[in-house]
């Protein structure tokens, strides 16, 4: 069974940084193409940033140059280094699993397979 399980998250003021993980377990290895999205109250679930088995990534144009993935195959582990980060940052984050996917594609939550059950962010002004 594909279990996905984020930590790290917190509650921060603005300017201030959070690294979030993502363990992936039920897996002999880390999927393809994994992702972080975040929904806050009322609001659609964004896509945040993603990052292929080749390492390429992908980044919501709201926070380019603040966040970066990365994975650790390895440790079977995703990561999100948040910098710089703002009030609007404040949301409930999933890290998310899915196959071989066109690169347009890997903001999409509806392209990913396994979810993990979210770790909160809130930054304060």
């Known amino acids: 069974q594909v279990q996905l399980v984020e930590s790290g998250g917190g509650s921060v003021q603005a300017g201030g940084s959070l690294r979030l993980s993502c363990v992936v377990s039920?897996?002999?290895?880390?999927?393809?193409?994994m992702g972080w999205f975040r929904q806050a109250p009322d609001k659609e679930r964004e896509g945040v940033a993603a990052?292929?088995?080749?390492?390429?990534?992908t980044y919501a144009d709201s926070v380019k140059g603040r966040f970066t993935v990365s994975r650790d195959n390895a440790k079977n582990t995703l990561y999100l280094q948040m910098n710089s980060l703002k009030p609007e940052d404040t949301s409930m984050y999933y890290c998310?699993?899915?196959?071989?996917?066109?690169?347009?594609?890997?903001?999409?939550?509806?392209?990913?397979?396994?979810w993990g059950q979210g770790t909160q962010v809130t930054v304060s002004s």
């Open positions: 998310a699993a899915g196959p071989l996917m066109l690169r347009s594609f890997l903001l999409r939550g509806d392209r990913y397979s396994f």
């Open positions: 990052i292929d088995g080749a390492g390429s990534t």
């Open positions: 039920g897996y002999a290895y880390l999927p393809y193409n």
